[in-house]
């Protein structure tokens, strides 16, 4: 018999990184019967793909974990100040295994097609190896930086050397030793690798599109008191994350960098600095991302940082950021990038002054020279945010597809769901704050509310919810509206879409902040679901 006649799922939930292993959690909490699909051999999402020498995340390890259970927080042992790749995984594993997760999730599967049956009010989903599941609900959590871009650069495929993108990293690692090594892309992927592979290379090259701000991360081992405090913190400091901007518990600006002596500005920037962290600087005053005055203050103490570390001049001019302001590109967080610039044998290629022209069967071809390799490491970025989304052939109602209806732009309402997909939820969507903020916030935010939203429609004897239309233009002109009230749109960022060619530029991130969005979504709830049409 086929699957699709047994009786269908509560949920089906698409991808087993930290959104949807706590949605299956919180699912089963609930009394329903969910699943996970997971594309990869494995699970961890993010974690578990980008594997590349360096890779960390940039929000310390106590404020990216998961908050819902008080037993987990006591008892995990973060190592570090901000947590590596295998670190995060294992923490994931060991997630999986204390919830006992694995039995509800199928690795190696992955979604190509999930169309909505109106008769059924049953979303019948279909995946690679030819078979169909039935669910009543459908739950995306394909995370927001899990499509890899290929870059556009004529003739990598006929590169004669170990050909890499940093977000399909082999596990066996990659070893660099004596070897000479290309970079392309300097987002936090290059950021982060290039000290790793510059400290094992015969020579490196720094291929730069665009000069990133970079802050310095200051990692450390984690002492046992230091672990201790956090713990017995951790209620204030998740209060404060769920209320914050930023997802970061940290003090919210007061005043605006325009008016405070010059003095004081420095001395509040410094601090940061040498404290390090990604969101002190640009949350050190209100206006760092809405008034170009204000950011420049901001990104002149960073470019003086910049000339400081680098002791080549030429190459220092090269690695300032100059093309956008501050925070307007994802900054990233390092461990001494700009100082592995002072290593013999590290250099930068400004692609602005010297392009790509291709790359060849030795090496890269710019417009002055031939440069040739052993190895290229493509940290080229992602199709970010509806990427995965799209990936997928999604239909509703009346098959309506999701490609079709996002060809001008993504509309949604919270970033949860689209009006004429019934039943279908978005985790950290575009029109949430998402990429912006504390994933780990973002995420238990819209796990939390989309389990009381289905247990809701349960216990009401409802069949099927989605936004309205009218909710839903409104909230996705509300979301492009709070961007062009900030700088966010004098950059071509990923935040825009402005790095896939052909993808409409439209802003994707809600820049509203954490705090004030989780109200209104909670809001949103106790008003008996406004803006969705429940039947
Ligand atoms: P990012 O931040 O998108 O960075 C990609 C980098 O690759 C960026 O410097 C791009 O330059 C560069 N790029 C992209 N395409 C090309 C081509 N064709 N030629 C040269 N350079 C290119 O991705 P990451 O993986 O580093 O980081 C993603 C997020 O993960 C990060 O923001 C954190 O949230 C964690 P551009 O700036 O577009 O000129």
């Not at 977000?167 to 790793?196: K, M, N």
């Not at 279908?424 to 939203?453: A, K, R, Y």
Request: aromatic share 10%; net charge neutral; charged share 25%.
């Amino acid at each position: 018999p086929s699957p699709s006649l047994s009786t269908p799922l509560d949920a089906l939930i698409v991808g087993a990184g930290f959104a949807g292993l706590y949605m299956l959690h919180r699912l089963r909490g609930l009394g329903l019967r969910a699943r996970v699909f997971e594309a990869g051999s494995g699970i961890g999402g993010t974690w578990f793909w980008n594997r590349y020498p360096g890779a960390r995340c940039d929000v310390e390890s106590i404020d990216y974990s998961y908050s819902f259970s008080p037993e987990l927080e006591q008892e995990w042992e973060w190592t570090h100040r901000y947590p590596g790749q295998a670190e995060i995984l294992r923490y994931i594993e060991s997630v999986a295994d204390r919830f006992d997760l694995h039995r509800d999730i199928r690795t190696g599967t992955r979604v190509t097609a999930a169309a909505f049956d109106g008769a059924e009010a049953v979303w019948r989903v279909r995946t690679a190896d030819g078979a169909d599941t039935a669910a009543r609900h459908l739950i995306m959590a394909t995370g927001c930086l899990s499509v890899p871009k290929a870059p556009e650069i004529d003739g990598l495929d006929r590169f004669g050397g170990r050909l890499l993108h940093t977000a399909r990293w082999p596990h066996e690692g990659a070893d660099f030793t004596g070897r000479r090594v290309a970079v392309i892309g300097t987002g936090s992927s290059g950021v982060q690798s290039v000290p790793v592979i510059a400290g094992q290379a015969a020579a490196l090259t720094v291929f730069q599109r665009t000069a990133n701000f970079s802050l310095p991360a200051r990692n450390a081992p984690l002492s046992a008191e230091a672990l201790a405090e956090a713990r017995r913190g951790y209620p204030e400091r998740r209060r404060l994350a769920r209320a914050s901007h930023t997802g970061v518990p940290m003090p919210e600006p007061q005043a605006s960098a325009l008016e405070v002596p010059a003095a004081e500005r420095e001395a509040a920037y410094r601090r940061h600095w040498e404290r390090g962290g990604l969101f002190g600087i640009f949350r050190s005053y209100t206006d760092v991302l809405t008034d170009a005055e204000a950011n420049r203050t901001a990104a002149d103490f960073i470019r003086e940082r910049v000339r400081e570390a680098v002791a080549d001049p030429r190459a220092a001019e090269a690695l300032t950021p100059r093309g956008h302001p501050f925070g307007t590109k994802r900054p990233c967080l390092d461990t001494g990038y700009y100082q592995a610039f002072n290593r013999d044998g590290v250099d930068v290629v400004d692609l602005r002054a010297e392009p790509i022209e291709r790359v060849t069967r030795e090496g890269v071809r710019t417009s002055a020279r031939e440069y040739p390799f052993d190895d290229i490491v493509l940290a080229t970025g992602f199709d970010a945010m509806t990427g995965a989304l799209t990936a997928v052939d999604l239909r509703g109602r009346g098959g309506t597809g999701l490609r079709g209806a996002w060809a001008g732009g993504w509309r949604t309402y919270l970033g949860l769901g689209m009006a004429g997909f019934p039943n279908l939820f978005t985790v950290t969507g575009p029109g949430s704050p998402s990429v912006l903020s504390n994933m780990l916030v973002s995420i238990e935010q819209h796990v939390e509310w989309i389990g009381d939203c289905i247990a809701a429609l349960r216990d009401r004897g409802a069949a099927v919810i989605e936004p309205t239309p009218q909710a839903q233009e409104a909230w996705t002109a509300h979301v492009g509206e709070a961007a062009e009230a900030t700088l966010f749109p004098r950059a071509d960022s990923w935040y825009l879409g402005a790095n896939v060619p052909g993808k409409p530029r439209v802003f994707m991130p809600y820049v509203g902040g954490v705090g004030p969005y989780r109200e209104l979504c909670t809001q949103v709830a106790e008003d008996g679901y406004a803006g969705f049409a429940i039947a």
